[in-house]
């Protein structure tokens, strides 16, 4: 099971970027997409994600800017930043819940490769 991230880069105060992740591999099932960052000297935060079933977690000093979103049927989730603040800078790291086929298996953590976000002028 691989997650690979695409995205991010550097915008100015203000912007929007938009953040995607793929899940292959033998899937049984997705339980939960979502995005995780890591500012400079942090630690690793949860920053929104959804279930299967569509019910998202979003952290609050993002709420109302970041929208999380998947495509169940591609196995992909996608994050749309947008008032992008100079704090929102860090690496973003794609993450899943998956069950692995075969049937019986118990469900893993997975992370995608990190992917930075600098919002700076």
């Known amino acids: 099971v691989q997650l690979q991230a695409s995205g991010g880069g550097l915008v100015q105060p203000g912007g929007s970027l938009r953040l995607s992740c793929a899940a292959s591999g033998s899937i049984m099932r997705v339980n939960v997409m979502g995005w995780y960052r890591q500012a400079p000297g942090g630690q690793r935060e949860l920053v929104a994600s959804v279930t299967i079933g569509g019910a998202t977690n979003v952290a609050g000093s993002v709420k109302g800017r970041f929208s999380v979103s998947r495509n169940n049927a591609e196995n992909t989730v996608s994050l749309q930043m947008d008032i992008l603040k100079p704090e929102d800078t860090g690496v973003y790291y794609c993450?899943?819940?998956?069950?692995?086929?075969?049937?019986?298996?118990?469900?893993?953590?997975?992370w995608g490769q990190g992917t930075q976000v600098t919002v700076s002028s």
């Open positions: 993450y899943a819940e998956i069950t692995p086929r075969p049937w019986g298996s118990l469900p893993g953590h997975y």
